[in-house]
C-alpha cells in the first residue's frame, strides 16, 4: 500500500514548526513588487513583507504557481502506487488549485493526485491541511482523510476584521463585499466567506467593537455545538498584539475541548488584504 502524502500553498499560513511535525509540504505563491518577484516564504519573510508594503506606492500583485511548479514537488516526494492530497486556496480567489488538477495529470499515472478546493485562504485552508495530515498520521485510508478534510470544509465559519477595504477592492477579491465600498466612515466590516469568496457579515463601528464581536461570535459557535470538541485558527496580518489578545480570551469561550491554531498571514494574502487584518475560523468534530 502506497504513502500519503499532504500537500498544500503558501496561502495557508501555517507555521513551519507545524508543518515539519505533520510532514506538509507546500508549494509558495510569488509576490512581485514591480520587476522584483519572491516566493512566499522562500525569497521574503511576512515581516519584511508588510515593511515594504508600508513604504511602496505600487500595489504589489501575486501569482499563482505555475502546474510545473507542482509536478516539481510531486515527483520528488511521491513514487508509483503514492497518493498525494493536495490542498488550496479558494478557486474563487486563485487558480492555484487549477494548475493543482492540471499537474495531476501531468505526472506519472501511478502517483495518484487528490486536489481539494478549500473555499477558504489563510488559517481555513490551514485547518483542513492539518486535519489532513493528522488522518494521515492515524494511519486512516485516503478516503477517510479527504472526508474528514470535507467535514472542515462544509463546517468552517469565516470572521474577519480588516482596516481597510482598499486591498481586497484593487486586487480584485472583494467578492460580495464590493457594496460597502465608499459608504465606510469608521466603519469596520465583519466579513465571512461565502462558497470561497469575500462577503460582508455586519458592519460596526470602531474596530475595538468589531474585535468584541469576534468574541460574541465564538461564543455564539459554542451554543450552537453544545457537547463538540471545538477546533479554531487565528491568523494576522502584521498584528501580534490583537492576535494575542483573541488568543488569551478564546480558551475561556470555547470550553475543556478545544484547540487553537495560530499562524501570521503572509505574502500570498496580505498582499490582498493588507496589514491589520484579524482573522477567526471555527469548525466542530
Keep these: 500500500m502506497g504513502r500519503i502524502h499532504v500537500v498544500t500553498d503558501s496561502g495557508s499560513?501555517?507555521?513551519?514548526?507545524?508543518?515539519?511535525?505533520?510532514?506538509?509540504?507546500v508549494v509558495p505563491l510569488t509576490v512581485q513588487f514591480g520587476d522584483e518577484i519572491y516566493k512566499d516564504g522562500v525569497d521574503i519573510t511576512a515581516g519584511e513583507f508588510y515593511a515594504r508594503l508600508k513604504r511602496?506606492?505600487?500595489?504589489?500583485?501575486?501569482?499563482?504557481?505555475?502546474?510545473?511548479?507542482?509536478?516539481?514537488?510531486?515527483?520528488?516526494?511521491?513514487?508509483?502506487?503514492?497518493?498525494?492530497?493536495?490542498?488550496?486556496?479558494?478557486?474563487?480567489?486563485?487558480?492555484?488549485?487549477?494548475?493543482?488538477?492540471?499537474?495531476?495529470?501531468?505526472?506519472?499515472?501511478?502517483?495518484?493526485?487528490?486536489?481539494?478546493?478549500?473555499?477558504?485562504?489563510?488559517?481555513?485552508?490551514?485547518l483542513c491541511v492539518i486535519a489532513a495530515a493528522r488522518s494521515v498520521q492515524a494511519g486512516k485510508t485516503v478516503e477517510?482523510?479527504?472526508?474528514?478534510?470535507?467535514?472542515?470544509?462544509?463546517?468552517?465559519?469565516?470572521?474577519?476584521?480588516?482596516?481597510?477595504?482598499?486591498?481586497?477592492?484593487?486586487?480584485?477579491?472583494?467578492?460580495?463585499?464590493?457594496?460597502l465600498v465608499g459608504t465606510l466612515l469608521n466603519i469596520k466590516p465583519v466579513l465571512t466567506l461565502v462558497d470561497g469568496q469575500v462577503a460582508p457579515f455586519e458592519k460596526i463601528r470602531g474596530k475595538a467593537k468589531a474585535l468584541k464581536r469576534l468574541r460574541d461570535l465564538a461564543e455564539e459557535f459554542r451554543q450552537r455545538h453544545p457537547g463538540k470538541a471545538l477546533r479554531a485558527g487565528i491568523s494576522h496580518a502584521d498584528n501580534q498584539a490583537e492576535a494575542a489578545a483573541l488568543v488569551e480570551e478564546l480558551p475561556a469561550i470555547l470550553?475543556?475541548?478545544h484547540e487553537i491554531v495560530v499562524g501570521e498571514i503572509g505574502p500570498t494574502i496580505g498582499v490582498h488584504t493588507g496589514p491589520g487584518i484579524i482573522a477567526m475560523f471555527l469548525y466542530s468534530i
Design 56 to 126: 511602496e506606492t505600487r500595489m504589489p500583485s501575486t501569482c499563482q504557481p505555475s502546474p510545473a511548479d507542482f509536478v516539481e514537488v510531486y515527483e520528488r516526494i511521491a513514487e508509483p502506487g503514492d497518493t498525494i492530497v493536495s490542498i488550496h486556496l479558494s478557486s474563487k480567489m486563485s487558480g492555484t488549485y487549477q494548475s493543482a488538477v492540471l499537474a495531476g495529470s501531468m505526472i506519472d499515472p501511478a502517483i495518484t493526485v487528490k486536489a481539494v478546493d478549500s473555499r477558504a485562504a489563510s488559517m481555513g485552508i490551514g
Design 255 to 257: 470550553g475543556s475541548d
Design 13 to 25: 499560513d501555517l507555521p513551519v514548526e507545524l508543518r515539519e511535525q505533520l510532514g506538509i509540504h
Design 144 to 179: 477517510q482523510v479527504l472526508e474528514d478534510v470535507q467535514q472542515v470544509i462544509d463546517g468552517l465559519q469565516v470572521y474577519f476584521v480588516v482596516d481597510t477595504l482598499e486591498y481586497l477592492q484593487r486586487n480584485g477579491r472583494i467578492g460580495l463585499a464590493s457594496a
